[in-house]
Each structure stands twice: as C-alpha cells, then as structure tokens.
C-alpha cells in the first residue's frame, strides 16, 4: 500500500481525487506519477496507476468515438423500489431471463452480442416493483474501457444488486471468472468485504469517522488525512478499519454490489453436474439458484423476487390510516427498521408529534397490538401511526 509517500505526491493525489472530467484525471494521474519515487516499495502502486491511466486513456477515445448521440440509449430511468442489473457473458440467456419473469421482449437469438443497449423490465413481487434491466454482455477486457464498457459499470455502481447469468452449457465457472474479474478491475466487488470504508470529502467539519477503528486512533486517521491534504472529511466505517484499510478506500475505493447468480440452460439432469461444481466454488459467499428459461417451472418469479428482498436484506411494511384499509403498496424498507423510522419517512409532523403506533403482525400473539417508537418492525407488517 501506498505507505511513506512523500508529501508532494500526497497533495498530488488530492488532485487526483478532485478530477470530474476522465481528462482532468488522466492530467492528474500523470502528475501525481511523477512525484513517486521510484523503489520496491512503490511498484504495486505504480503498476496500479498505470493501469488506471491506461483505462482513463482508452475511456476518453471511446466517448470520441461515440460523440453522435450513442450515449443517451443506454440511459434508463430508475422505476419502482428496487433496480436489479442483469449481467453476463453473451449468450447466457439474458434476454431469454428477463422475458420470463417481466412482460420486457428483448430479441432472443444464438447471434452473440445481440443486446447492445439496456432493455427494462418490471417484476412484481408481493407488491414490491423491482426493475430488471438487461445490460449488454459483459467480456474479456471490458473493464478497460472497451465497447460500453464505462457506460455498463455505471449502471451498474448505481444499481442495487446484480443478476449475474452463467450458460450451464458453456464453461459457467470460466465466465464468473471472467465477469468477477472484470467487476473488481472497476472497482466492484460481489463477495461482501469485512470492512467497507467510504470517504466523503467535505467542505467543513473536520475529519469525523463514524464506526469502529482498529488498531489506530482517530488522532491517527487525522494525521493521514492532513498528509493528502484532506482537512475535512467523513469517514464511515462498517465492520472495524485499520489505517491500511483507510489509504486503500483513499487510492482503490472498492464499492460492494450485493448479486444473485443464475445458472442458467439447466435443462435436464445432465448439466446437474455443472450446479454441484459451481456450487462448491461459490459456496455460500454468493447466493446461487439454477434454471432453465427453456424448461421454466412456473415458480421462478416467486423465487427469484423473494431471493432480491433477502440478499438485500429488504422487508415489506403496509402502512395504514385511521380508520382506513392498509395501502395497498408496501414501503419497502431495511430489515430492522423501527416504527419511527417509518414515521420519519412518512411524513416530519408523524415523527415530531410520535404518540403511539398499531401494529397488525403474524408474528404478534394477537393484533394490532399497541406500541412505541423502538418497536421493529417485521416483514409484511401493517403499521399505524398515532400523533
Ligand atoms: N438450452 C437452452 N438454451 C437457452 C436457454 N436460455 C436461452 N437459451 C438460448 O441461448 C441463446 C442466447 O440467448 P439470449 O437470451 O439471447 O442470450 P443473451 O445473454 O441475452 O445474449 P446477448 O444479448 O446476445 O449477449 C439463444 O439461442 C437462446 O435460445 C435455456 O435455458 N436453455
Ligand atoms: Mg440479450
């Protein structure tokens, strides 16, 4: 890791972190290389600067290129509660997926390549809306910059989970390899980390870290900052940062995509095979389900929906008036939320003036049952609020 760099090159990387444009970053890259020293110590970080500015290089070529309008295609309008990405190497059955389980008609065809822009669809599941978009296939050195490479990762770093399909007839575990890796060389990352640092730099306040640090104190963290320059920043923590895992969100920001993965073409007991092996690989860092879009069970909506709320750890909650029927779309909200956080999120005057709340449950021994502001709320719970 970057450690002991001198204190021009820290400033540098200021600039660096700065950079709006891919130009302006390129600019800064490249000064930010020439005040690092070269020895043993700073070869991982160069090779990983070059790199950087290799992607940048081929990125700024690529929008040349493309200028005439190509860009505004592949922008989808986030609709609904939850926006899922579909990924995976061409001919998967990506289109064939997203045409069973939404009323989304993507072309189908053994013609490689044949998605070129993101298609849409809708799945509702227990009346939550979530947004399946079909990306266009993901390849070998995709991640630098090549075809809509930058355009596919930004869609998918603004997603809320991934769908990733694998062709259980064509090498499944070479291409998670490959998408995994491409995922990682921009910076996404599919296996929960231990620790996830994010660092949002500030206008005022000091640095200010929110969680838990290890083997460090905030006076050091504060020390580390001024070395880069940056006076005043938030820092949150989840899990427990040592100052190494802190420079590393400074230099390498890693964001954590939450992802299902779907074998797909199981057609018959003959690619059973293909899930057992997958399945010892993946083990239970990833969630993995088998199918085949040829040969649906009819189940796979039910599955696949109640599989996107529990990776992303997501309940429903029905909120309700007075006197009145329940609405009839659920809020969809974080397990563990409270029955004032519902309140907040309705409305300020509810949360301000809390009272009390009914709560109709099936896990309550009898409903509604009355309660306060920490009770925490439970999936499909119906919740009223008294101000
Ligand atoms: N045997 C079998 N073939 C399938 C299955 N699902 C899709 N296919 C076939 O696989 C080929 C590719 O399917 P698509 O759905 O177009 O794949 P894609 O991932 O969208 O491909 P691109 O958009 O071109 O990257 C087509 O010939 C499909 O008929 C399946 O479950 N079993
Ligand atoms: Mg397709």
Redesign the pocket.
């Known amino acids: 890791m970057p450690a002991n760099l001198p204190a021009e090159a820290k400033a540098k990387w200021l600039k660096v972190m700065e950079a709006k444009t891919p130009e302006e970053k390129l600019r800064a890259l490249q000064e930010f290389l020439a005040a690092v020293p070269k020895h043993k110590g700073t070869e991982k970080l160069i090779k990983m600067i070059r790199r950087k500015m290799a992607i940048l290089r081929r990125e700024i070529e690529e929008s040349r290129r493309k200028k005439v309008g190509r860009r505004s295609s592949f922008f989808i309008r986030r609709e609904g509660d939850i926006q899922v990405v579909i990924i995976?190497?061409?001919?998967?059955?990506?289109?064939?997926?997203?045409?069973l389980l939404t009323n989304a008609k993507?072309?189908?065809?053994?013609?490689?390549?044949?998605?070129k822009n993101p298609v849409p669809g809708m799945l509702i599941h227990k009346g939550v809306l979530i947004q399946l978009i079909?990306g266009?296939?993901i390849f070998e050195g995709i991640s630098h910059g090549k075809a809509w490479g930058p355009q596919l990762m930004t869609l998918i770093r603004n997603s809320d989970c991934l769908i990733i399909?694998l062709?259980a007839?064509n090498e499944p575990l070479r291409q998670l390899y490959t998408i995994v890796r491409e995922l990682e060389e921009s910076g996404i990352t599919i296996v929960k980390p231990k620790v996830q640092v994010e660092i949002h730099k500030e206008r005022s306040g000091g640095i200010r870290v929110v969680g838990q640090l290890k083997e460090c104190t905030i006076d050091d963290v504060r020390k580390l900052m001024y070395g880069y320059n940056i006076h005043h920043a938030l820092i949150r923590i989840k899990g427990e940062a040592t100052l190494d895992d802190i420079e590393r969100a400074l230099f390498a920001p890693k964001v954590y995509k939450p992802a299902i993965i779907v074998l797909?073409?199981?057609?018959s007991k003959d690619d059973y095979d293909q899930v057992e092996k997958l399945k010892s690989i993946v083990r239970d860092k990833v969630a993995l389900i088998a199918?085949?879009?040829?040969?649906p069970k009819g189940n796979e909506k039910e599955i696949i929906g109640e599989l996107i709320l529990k990776t992303l750890d997501l309940i429903r909650v029905y909120t309700k008036e007075p006197g009145k029927d329940p609405s009839p779309r659920p809020l969809v909200v974080k397990r563990g939320t409270k029955v004032i956080d519902i309140a907040k999120r309705i409305h300020s005057y509810l949360f301000e003036n809390f009272k009390y709340a009914k709560v109709w449950s099936k896990y309550l021994p009898y409903s509604p049952q009355r309660v306060g502001p920490e009770y925490v709320l439970r999936d499909g719970d119906i919740v009223e609020i008294h101000a």
């Open positions: 995976g190497c061409t001919n998967s059955g990506k289109s064939s997926f997203l045409r993507p072309e189908v065809s053994e013609v490689p390549f044949t998605t079909e266009p296939a399909i062709d007839k797909n073409k199981v057609d199918l085949s879009s040829f040969k």
